[in-house]
C-alpha cells in the first residue's frame, strides 16, 4: 500500500504541475493570439475543434482503459492489437470529418451562425490529419499510464504543446489567419507522436493483429462506446446548439469563458483519469477492502480544491477576465461566473471512474442518457424564455442532473460518507471570500 500511496503522490504531482504549466503556456498563447486574430477566428476554430472532438468519442473503444484495466496490459500482443485498432481509428476518423467538411460546404446554413462561415469546411478537413497522425501514437503513453509513471508522459505533453505554440505564433506573425490556430494543432500532434515512440520506455510498436486481444478490447470498448457517444453530445451540446443560435463572435466570447472555466475543471480531470483510474483499479484488483478509504482520498483532493475555484470564479470572474483581455471579450465575465457553478460537481467525477473498477461499464452510458435528456430539455427553454444566460444556467443544470443516480451508486457499494461530503463547504466560502477580496 505504501509503494502505491508514494506512486500515487509522485503521479498526481506531476499531473498537477504539468498541468499547471500546459495551463500557463495555453494562456499566454491564448493572450497571445486573441491580439493577433479576431474573434470571429475562434468561433469557427471552436466548432472545427467539437466536429474532430465529436468523431474521437465516437470512435472510442476504449484503448486505454483497457490496457490499463486488463491483466494483459503488459504483454506484446495485447498491446500491438490495440496500437493497430488505434491506427484504424486514425484513418476513420479521418475520412469521418471529410465527410462533414462536405455537407458544411454544400448545405446552406443561417447567414451570420458560425456554420454558415465559409472557411469552416475548409479548417474541417484539414484539422482533420491530426486524427491520422495520432492514431500513430506509441502505446507505451498508455504503458505509463497504467504503472502510474506519469513524468516522462507530462514532459512529452509540454513538449507537443511548446511545438504547437510555437508553430502558430509564427503562422499569425506572417498571415494573421485561422490558419495560425490550424497550424498549430497539427504541429502539436506530430509532436507528441514522435516524442511518444522516441522518449519512452515499453514495447515498440508494429502492426499485428490477435483475435483474443481484440475480442477483449472490444468487449470494454462497446459500453466505452456508447459512454462516449452520450459524453460528446452533453460536452458538446453547449458549443454546437450555440453555434446555431449566435454569431460566430458571440460564440468566440464564449470560447473564452469556457477556456477560464475549463482551466480548472481539466486539471481536476486530469488527476480523475490519470491518477485515480488507475490507482483504484489496483486497489480494486488486489486489496477490494481498502477500496472506501482510497475512493475518499481522491474524492477529496478533487473536491476541495476544485470547490474553492467554484466560489473564487463566482466572486471574481469579471474582474478576471477585464485583467486578462481587452473589452472586446468583457462579456465573458458573466459567463464564467455561472459556468464556475458547475465545478462543485468535479468530485462525484471519481465515482465515475468506479463504474468501471466495479465492472458496471453501462452505469457511464447511464449518466451520459440522463445528462443529455437534462440539456435537451433545458436548453431551449432558458434560451426561449431567458436569452444566452438562460442557456448557460441550464447547462450548468445538466452537471447537477447526474449527482442522484451517481451518490445511488456510491451508496450502493459501501463508498459514501456523508460527513465527509460536507467537508467540502469550508473550501467553496474560502473561495468566494478571496474572490471578493481580490
Same mark, same amino acid.
Given at each position: 500500500?505504501?509503494?502505491? %500511496? ?10 498537477? $504541475? ?23 477566428? *475562434?468561433? =469557427? ?10 468523431? $474521437?468519442? *465516437? ?15 503488459? #504483454? ?19 475520412? @469521418? ?16 451562425? =458560425? ?19 495520432? @492514431? ?7 504503458? $505509463? ?17 511548446? *511545438? ?27 509532436? %507528441?507522436?514522435?516524442?511518444? !515512440? ?12 490477435? #483475435? ?54 481539466? =486539471? ?30 481522491? !474524492? ?50 471519481? $465515482? ?31 434560451? !426561449? ?11 450548468? !443544470?445538466?452537471? *447537477? ?12 457499494? @459501501? ?24
Amino acid at each position: 500500500m505504501e509503494a502505491l %500511496r508514494a506512486r500515487v503522490l509522485h503521479a498526481g504531482g506531476w499531473t498537477v $504541475a504539468g498541468f499547471g504549466l500546459s495551463q500557463a503556456i495555453r494562456f499566454g498563447g491564448n493572450l497571445v493570439m486573441t491580439r493577433l486574430l479576431v474573434p470571429e477566428m *475562434f468561433g =469557427v476554430m471552436a466548432i472545427a475543434l467539437m466536429v474532430m472532438y465529436g468523431l $474521437a468519442l *465516437f470512435s472510442d473503444v476504449g484503448l486505454r482503459q483497457s490496457i490499463v484495466q486488463n491483466r494483459r496490459g503488459k #504483454d506484446a500482443a495485447f498491446l500491438n492489437t490495440a496500437w493497430t485498432i488505434q491506427v484504424l481509428r486514425g484513418f476513420v476518423i479521418w475520412g @469521418g470529418a471529410l465527410a462533414i467538411a462536405l455537407v458544411f460546404l454544400f448545405l446552406n446554413f443561417s447567414p451570420g451562425s =458560425v456554420y454558415a462561415d465559409p472557411s469552416l469546411p475548409y479548417v474541417i478537413a484539414i484539422l482533420s490529419l491530426t486524427a491520422i497522425i495520432g @492514431g500513430f501514437e506509441s502505446t507505451k503513453l498508455h504503458e $505509463a499510464s497504467r504503472a502510474l509513471s506519469l513524468a516522462r508522459a507530462t514532459q512529452i505533453e509540454l513538449a507537443g504543446q511548446l *511545438f504547437g505554440l510555437g508553430c502558430m505564433i509564427a503562422w499569425a506573425l506572417a498571415d494573421r489567419s485561422i490558419w495560425a490556430l490550424v497550424a498549430g494543432a497539427l504541429g502539436a500532434a506530430a509532436a %507528441r507522436t514522435l516524442l511518444s !515512440h522516441a522518449w519512452l520506455a515499453g514495447e515498440a510498436n508494429r502492426w499485428r493483429w490477435e #483475435d483474443a486481444a481484440a475480442r477483449e478490447i472490444l468487449a470494454v470498448g462497446r459500453w466505452i462506446f456508447a459512454a462516449s457517444v452520450l459524453g460528446f453530445l452533453v460536452n458538446s451540446a453547449d458549443r454546437l446548439i450555440l453555434g446555431a443560435l449566435v454569431s460566430s463572435s458571440v460564440l468566440g466570447v464564449y470560447a473564452i469563458a469556457f477556456l477560464l472555466y475549463s482551466a480548472v475543471e481539466q =486539471v481536476m480531470l486530469k488527476i480523475v483519469g490519470e491518477v485515480s483510474y488507475p490507482a483504484l483499479s489496483e486497489v480494486a484488483r488486489e486489496r477490494p477492502a481498502a477500496l472506501r478509504s482510497a475512493y475518499y482520498r481522491f !474524492h477529496l483532493a478533487v473536491g476541495l480544491p476544485a470547490w474553492f475555484a467554484a466560489g473564487f470564479l463566482a466572486a471574481a470572474a469579471e474582474r478576471l477576465v477585464a485583467a486578462l483581455y481587452d473589452a472586446r471579450y468583457a462579456e465573458a465575465g458573466w459567463m464564467l461566473r455561472i459556468l464556475a457553478l458547475a465545478l462543485l460537481t468535479l468530485p462525484f467525477r471519481v $465515482a465515475t471512474q468506479c463504474f468501471l473498477v466495479l465492472g458496471e461499464p453501462q452505469q457511464m452510458s447511464a449518466i451520459g442518457a440522463i445528462r443529455l435528456a437534462a440539456l435537451g430539455a433545458a436548453v431551449p427553454l432558458g434560451w !426561449h424564455f431567458f436569452g444566452l444566460a438562460g442557456a448557460l444556467w441550464a447547462i450548468v !443544470h445538466s452537471y *447537477f442532473s447526474i449527482l442522484p443516480t451517481t451518490i445511488a451508486f456510491v451508496v450502493r457499494h @459501501g463508498l459514501f460518507d456523508a460527513r465527509k461530503e460536507l467537508g467540502l463547504l469550508p473550501a467553496l466560502l474560502a473561495g468566494v471570500a478571496l474572490g471578493y477580496v481580490l
